[in-house]
């Protein structure tokens, strides 16, 4: 399904799972090299930018933890084709944050703001950023679901958090391992101005900025993340720990009990030795001095 928003002299085409034809349309419209044309029809599964004469191409993928609509994956793909007046996006999914760029760039008073100027340099700039933005987001609720679980563990509720935090760790690894793929950005600061204006450099290397803060929030979510664990995995096993002692006193105290019952209910008629009165004690003292040899030899390995 295509999308055609114009804004003056720029137009931004969005295409949602383009059919074989609509890319078609679009390699003859704008006389994009057939290769590039293929490369949107299946998914890309690394990062990519490519500079022409005439177009700009780039593959980016983005995560999708907690706000997505998709339920296959952890992240979304969208291809860029920026030429000097249009931008081609295309997709495989709804991603919010194109959704809401489309009514941002649909305003005819942005463009004479000046906001993004007639250049679709500027237009892939604000997209981009809006992107970010949107990552910045999963981030902090990430963020808050971590200071959640910090709660939780100290109201007592360590067990609960064991899967809850695996959960977001498996978020965080997902997360962190697609973003430090966006390095590629980094490559349209030294080539970007050869098909855009000078400023095209500088807007990107904002973008790059926002790139490393996002890493670095991550780096700390991750560390926190850490911490968490460790903290509950500790109070998790002091309570274990205070379970079995409160178990072993229930145990020790019984023992007694145990001890008696089951020496006035010894049969010895049938053992060695079985006629002679002091048979019981005999019995009794053999026990004893197992018990005390098994002490000693624990003392010795240093068992206890």
């Not at 490369?39 to 997505?68: A, C, G, N």
């Not at 000097?84 to 495989?92: E, K, S, V």
């Not at 973003?179 to 400023?199: A, M, P, Q, R, Y």
């Not at 904002?206 to 500790?234: A, G, W």
Request: glycine letters at 2%; a negative charge.
């Amino acid at each position: 399904m295509l999308k055609k928003y114009t804004n003056n002299s720029i137009t931004w085409i969005d295409a949602e799972n383009p059919t074989p034809e609509e890319i078609h349309d679009l390699m003859e419209q704008y006389d994009i090299n057939p290769d590039v044309a293929r490369e949107l029809q299946l998914p890309t599964y690394k990062e990519k930018v490519l500079l022409s004469k005439d177009y700009l191409y780039m593959v980016l993928h983005f995560p999708s933890i907690r706000h997505t609509h998709s339920h296959n994956s952890s992240e979304q793909e969208i291809d860029f084709i920026v030429g000097r007046d249009f931008i081609i996006t295309t997709r495989y999914e709804h991603i919010d944050a194109l959704e809401r760029f489309a009514k941002t760039f649909e305003m005819n008073n942005i463009l004479q703001n000046g906001l993004m100027k007639d250049d679709a340099g500027y237009v892939l700039y604000y997209l981009v950023k809006e992107l970010y933005k949107a990552m910045s987001d999963e981030v902090d609720s990430i963020n808050d679901i971590l200071k959640e679980i910090e709660r939780n563990i100290f109201k007592g509720m360590e067990k609960e958090m064991v899967t809850e935090i695996s959960h977001v760790n498996k978020d965080l690894i997902n997360f962190n391992n697609i973003i430090l793929t966006h390095e590629v950005i980094s490559s349209l600061i030294s080539s970007g101005g050869k098909l855009f204006d000078k400023n095209f450099t500088e807007n990107f290397a904002k973008i790059l900025n926002e790139y490393h803060r996002i890493i670095k929030v991550l780096k700390n979510s991750i560390d926190f993340l850490r911490e968490l664990r460790s903290t509950n995995d500790s109070l998790l096993s002091a309570k274990q720990n205070e379970t079995m002692k409160v178990l072993t006193v229930f145990a020790f105290i019984t023992i007694p009990f145990s001890i008696i019952t089951g020496y006035f209910q010894m049969n010895i008629e049938h053992i060695p030795f079985s006629q002679f009165h002091y048979t019981w004690f005999v019995v009794i003292g053999i026990e004893i001095v197992v018990s005390l040899s098994l002490f000693i030899f624990a003392k010795l390995k240093k068992w206890i």
